[in-house]
């Protein structure tokens, strides 16, 4: 009974990959693959253990959640009763790690999510492709930049897009090993995900990449790899200035700003950073009333989206909230550094890259962004812990 219980739960994470990049929204802010989740958190939650360190810190950082927003309805006259959603976005990430991880998948199992994961990142590296040749023929009445499939496309999550593209592009470089397509298969399809990261025109995906690649040099530089890396990299820029060179004018057009968007750091003359800084202040002002100790909850705070994860723990927790959460990243992340061995390394690569990019934005809190990062961290986790059972003889 216990063996088909866990393969329904296995079945549901097959189908939340699936699912994962569709746009269309089911209720609010729910979208399919929120119902999914929701069904393998419930399936689950007989089998959910938390060590009593991490329960006692999250149970704190909750706690002060909860009393941020009492502190709002207090003070506050302008309530939005529809963010109370934002619970739900707090704590799913950690419900969904301990749902997965607590799963005995089999080696069949493990592998099968792993390449459909691959798969979809290139179907989802493809899409790309596909947005522009139907925005550019009027197929698609849409923003310029590209959007999750059945999106409102108006209203680009391009953002988004090259975080999930960059970070798996990452992720599968890394587990390289567990991957049994070809060589040629593969690094052609990361190419065509690099390629369709510098096409979303969001620096978050170009950060990402950037401090990835150069982990992965410093960690496993050999001459081979180098030579390997240098051969790569020529031929991307050979296929790329091809792909240029015989794509029409009105492509060309429309490309062109996109990669030098990908590409611009101008700091000082940059409307997003000047957008990111205002939402700090706004969110020092929220919580003013309690010398930004406490926030004034999610239902009081000034915005829905304050562009930065520090700038929404101040408003809706402040800093006591901020502190108290960076403790359980950390003490986690601690955790796993003590295991030491290649798939904690991987691990503490994923959250290092996810947490610097979560400042620039709160990816953390939107469900097509975090879900994939708990699923790769789950996966790392499952395969860290066979490798150390195989260590010990136990396998």
């Given at each position: ?246 794509t029409s004018s009105d492509i060309n057009i429309m490309l062109e700003p996109l990669f ?54 101040i408003a809706n927790t402040g800093f006591i909230g901020f502190i108290i959460f960076s ?40 469900t097509r962004s975090v879900f994939i990062f708990i699923v790769y961290i789950s996966l ?16």
């Amino acid at each position: 009974m216990i063996i088909k219980y866990d393969n329904l739960i296995y079945k549901f994470i097959l189908l939340s990959l699936l699912l994962f990049p569709i746009g269309t929204r089911v209720f609010l802010t729910f979208r399919p693959l929120d119902i999914i989740i929701f069904i393998i958190i419930i399936l689950s939650l007989n089998k959910i253990k938390i060590n009593n360190i991490f329960f006692s810190i999250f149970s704190l950082f909750f706690m002060t959640l909860l009393i941020s927003i009492l502190i709002g309805l207090f003070l506050s006259e302008h309530l939005d009763f529809t963010k109370i959603i934002f619970l739900y976005k707090f704590i799913m990430p950690f419900l969904l790690y301990l749902s997965i991880t607590r799963i005995k998948f089999t080696d069949k199992q493990l592998s099968k999510m792993i390449h459909l994961s691959f798969i979809v990142l290139l179907i989802m590296s493809l899409w790309v492709f596909l947005y522009y040749y139907l925005k550019i023929n009027g197929f698609i009445i849409g923003n310029i930049r590209v959007s999750f499939p059945l999106s409102n496309y108006v209203y680009s999550d391009a953002h988004l897009y090259s975080v999930y593209l960059s970070m798996s592009i990452i992720f599968f470089i890394t587990i390289r090993d567990k991957i049994l397509y070809s060589n040629l298969f593969f690094y052609l399809s990361i190419l065509v995900s690099i390629f369709s990261t510098l096409m979303t025109a969001s620096r978050s995906g170009t950060i990402i990449l950037f401090l990835g690649f150069i982990w992965l040099l410093i960690s496993k530089l050999t001459v081979r790899r180098f030579i390997n890396i240098i051969v790569f990299v020529l031929l991307s820029i050979f296929i790329i200035v091809i792909f240029l060179s015989i794509t029409s004018s009105d492509i060309n057009i429309m490309l062109e700003p996109l990669f030098e968007r990908a590409f611009s750091f101008n700091l000082s003359n940059d409307d997003s950073m000047s957008t990111r800084f205002l939402s700090l202040l706004t969110s020092l002002q929220d919580s003013s009333q309690i010398f930004n100790l406490l926030g004034i909850g999610v239902l009081a705070s000034s915005k829905v989206w304050f562009d930065g994860a520090l700038s929404t723990f101040i408003a809706n927790t402040g800093f006591i909230g901020f502190i108290i959460f960076s403790s359980l990243i950390l003490t986690f992340i601690i955790s796993i550094y003590k295991r030491k061995n290649i798939y904690s390394h991987i691990m503490i690569l994923l959250f290092v890259l996810y947490i610097l990019i979560n400042f620039i934005s709160e990816y953390f809190l939107v469900t097509r962004s975090v879900f994939i990062f708990i699923v790769y961290i789950s996966l790392l986790t499952i395969l860290m812990n066979n490798l150390n059972l195989t260590k010990k003889g136990h396998i």
